[in-house]
């Protein structure tokens, strides 16, 4: 079973997109495996596509992906942490019985009680002058836990009905 068999594809462009249109987080559906199924087409700031876009740098969202997915799949919780470069990462895992489909969350904005991202860390690793860095950063929006909350109960709302029927489904092919 994979997530699309539950939400179609179509459906899930739209949550992707709406992620990042709503509260400003790069949107994206990862597999199992933790590899990316869809990605909203604008990323939350600036600087993660410069990020992103380097292999040496990469390993900020990868690494943080990892622990993360790894974290919602053993919890069955909705995981919330940062990646290596100190912006906020959500992942919420979609289960359907016991069976782990990926998960759906969003990155790229700044917790409301930091200041700053790592510049000088991302810096070595992309390298890009730092100064860029800090002016890639500023456009880096800060996200409150109200707010966080808020993005949470959104992306549920909005599976929850897809679950919801798909799991009726089965029973009563059983």
């Known amino acids: 079973m994979e997530i699309t068999d539950v939400i179609p594809m179509s459906e899930l462009r739209k949550l992707v997109e709406e992620i990042y249109e709503k509260f400003g987080f790069t949107g994206v559906v990862y597999k199992p495996d933790n590899f990316i199924l869809v990605r909203s087409k604008e990323m939350g700031n600036a600087l993660c596509p410069y990020i992103k876009d380097n292999s040496n740098s990469l390993m900020i969202c990868s690494v ?16 919330i942490n940062e990646c290596d470069a100190e912006m906020v990462k959500f992942v919420i895992p979609i289960f359907v019985g016991s069976e782990f489909l990926g998960t759906i969350g969003g990155c790229g904005r700044l917790a409301d009680d930091k200041d700053s991202v790592e510049t000088f860390y991302i810096s070595k690793l992309t390298g890009i002058d730092e ?38 489904t089965l029973k009563e092919i059983k």
């Open 131 to 168: 100064s860029e860095i800090k002016e890639l950063a500023k456009t880096i929006k800060k996200i409150s836990k109200d707010e966080m909350n808020e993005v949470i109960s959104f992306i549920r709302n909005r599976i929850k009905p897809y679950i919801e029927q798909f799991t009726k």
């Open 64 to 79: 943080a992906q990892q622990i993360l997915g790894k974290d919602a799949f053993d919890s069955r919780e909705t995981v």
